[in-house]
């Protein structure tokens, strides 16, 4: 069965630093990887997904993340943190029937 | 841009009492789904139809919990009685039938149940 580990349930970083997101995932077959950005009280908003071809996958507001097969990783990173992307962000893998499996979430902070 | 709507956002409500979130996808995507997401959780699967026909119901708790989209187009989810544990966020999303090429899922923002 397909799974998605996130490591670190909070994260903090100042602004202008790198933004590391760790997710990790398990699956049966070659994975469709996504993550996504919930800000407080709304729905969540897709950041940016992997389904095949290149494994480098650039998303909205600047965050990019690489599918590692070897390591069967998919971590999200932004070069230089925003006040504004102050969120929780959720990686998830489609499974075979299509469904989303969700991580139990990260909340970045970020201090000026 | 189209996008998922749903009603009401908040929701407070006494336990043993019942409870309907309405849910109205994008138009023209078959699929919808019900997410129920606990304060500091991911969103787990409640319910996923399929136009009109229930794909996946696994882990939605029958005995309080019914789901319905009657004409394959709004759906809407029912809690009788709710209970304090049913205290949380409950996520709609759609998706086209054909999501080969995407796997996305667009989401509307979300009821907020409290359970007093």
């Known amino acids: 069965a397909q799974s998605v580990t996130q490591l670190g349930s909070h994260v903090s970083v100042s602004e202008g630093a790198l933004v590391l997101l760790r997710c990790n995932y398990s699956?049966?077959?070659?994975?469709?990887l996504f993550w996504y950005v919930q800000y407080p009280n709304q729905g969540l908003q897709l950041l940016l997904k992997?389904?095949?071809?290149?494994?480098l996958v650039k998303g909205i507001n600047g965050f990019e993340a690489e599918f590692k097969k070897s390591e069967t990783s998919f971590h999200l990173t932004k070069p230089s943190a925003h006040m504004s992307d102050a969120a929780e962000y959720f990686c998830?893998?489609?499974?075979?029937?299509?469904?989303?499996?969700f991580g139990t979430g990260t909340r970045l902070q970020v201090f000026p | 841009e189209a996008e998922v709507a749903q009603s009401p956002r908040y929701k407070i409500t006494e336990k043993s009492q019942a409870v309907a979130f309405w849910c109205d996808p994008i138009?023209?995507?078959?699929?919808l789904y019900w997410y129920r997401q606990i304060l500091g959780q991911g969103p787990e699967l409640l319910v996923q139809?399929?136009?009109?026909?229930?794909?996946?119901d696994s882990q939605l708790p029958k005995d309080r919990f019914s789901a319905e989209r009657l004409k394959g187009v709004d759906s809407t989810l029912k809690i009788q009685p709710a209970e304090l544990g049913d205290s949380a966020m409950y996520l709609c999303?759609?998706?086209?039938?054909?999501?080969?090429?995407?796997?996305?899922?667009?989401f509307g923002e979300g009821s907020r149940l409290t359970v007093l």
């Open positions: 999303a759609s998706s086209p039938i054909d999501r080969s090429n995407t796997g996305e899922l667009f």
């Open positions: 699956s049966s077959v070659p994975p469709y």
């Open positions: 992997y389904t095949t071809g290149a494994t």
């Open positions: 998830a893998v489609s499974d075979v029937t299509d469904k989303l499996i």
């Open positions: 138009s023209g995507h078959a699929t």
């Open positions: 139809f399929q136009d009109e026909s229930v794909v996946d």
